[in-house]
């Protein structure tokens, strides 16, 4: 069983910065593929970014290519996503993801979630 909590959301102008975190319990954490999706009001959730286990290897969703940054900290059983630039379309609840298959992380079928954590950004 794996639990994961979010913070760091808060209100931010557009333009601003904002670094989420994600605690994770469990002994797999350091084999486990973490991810960041979002749902903003009325749509879907959509994925946001991606990391595998060693950290090594990431991917992003083409709305924030080059403004977002996804790290891990294996020691500390923590994943960040680092916001910069922020818009006000990236108003959403962001939700931590965790899923023992890298290949599924983009979608986390099966996997686990976190209970979401809110940013809103002003214009």
């Known amino acids: 069983q794996v639990q994961l909590v979010e913070s760091g959301g808060g209100l931010v102008q557009a333009g601003g910065s904002l670094r989420l975190s994600c605690a994770a319990s469990g002994r797999t954490f350091s084999t486990a593929a973490m991810g960041w999706f979002r749902q903003a009001p009325g749509k879907e959730r959509e994925f946001v970014a991606a990391i595998s286990g060693s950290g090594k290897i990431t991917t992003y969703g083409d709305s924030v290519k080059g403004r977002l940054t996804i790290s891990r900290d294996n020691a500390k059983n923590t994943v960040y996503l680092q916001m910069n630039n922020l818009k006000p379309e990236d108003t959403a609840v962001y939700y931590c993801?965790?899923?023992?298959?890298?290949?599924?992380?983009?979608?986390?079928?099966?996997?686990?979630w976190g209970q979401g954590t809110q940013i809103t950004v002003s214009s």
């Open positions: 993801a965790a899923n023992t298959r890298w290949s599924i992380i983009t979608t986390n079928d099966g996997g686990y």
